[in-house]
């Protein structure tokens, strides 16, 4: 190999993109594109300690005090997010948990094959097929920030 043809693939992989690691959240603009209620939608997440889980439907208020809710009883609620639901499941629960702060795509990825996945149930997944889940979703309205 000559000097010039070590040059130009140096330069080649130097050109690769590097993959991308966009912030996503849950986007109530995008659940309304989507023609799905943001608060229905969160509020079938409530868990059995939130004050609001006993509220008809009618008085529970918007999307984000429902996941301030959420956020706040998540933590000591352990069947909140569990590695058996299924990885959009998993990624919505996480947001909610942390009060759809947004997250990285990185973040996501570490939370479901390395915390939720287990010996029984392995969540092999690599970052480029997560971007597309995320990207592609019609259910939960996760949006890039």
Known sequence: MTTHD??????SAERQPELENPLFLISSDKLGKLERSPVYLVAGRLTETSPSKSKAMGE?????SLIREISQ???SDSSFIRSDMPVQEIVFRTLLARNN???????LHYEL???W?????PIVITQERL?????NDTYYGFARK
């Open 131 to 135: 971007l597309r889940i995320l990207d």
């Open 60 to 64: 529970l208020g918007d999307m984000k």
């Open 101 to 107: 702060r947004p997250m990285s795509l990185t973040d």
């Open 73 to 75: 009883n998540a933590k």
């Open 113 to 115: 094959t390395e915390k």
């Open 117 to 121: 996945a287990t010996p029984v149930r």
């Open 6 to 11: 070590s040059n130009a693939e140096e330069v």
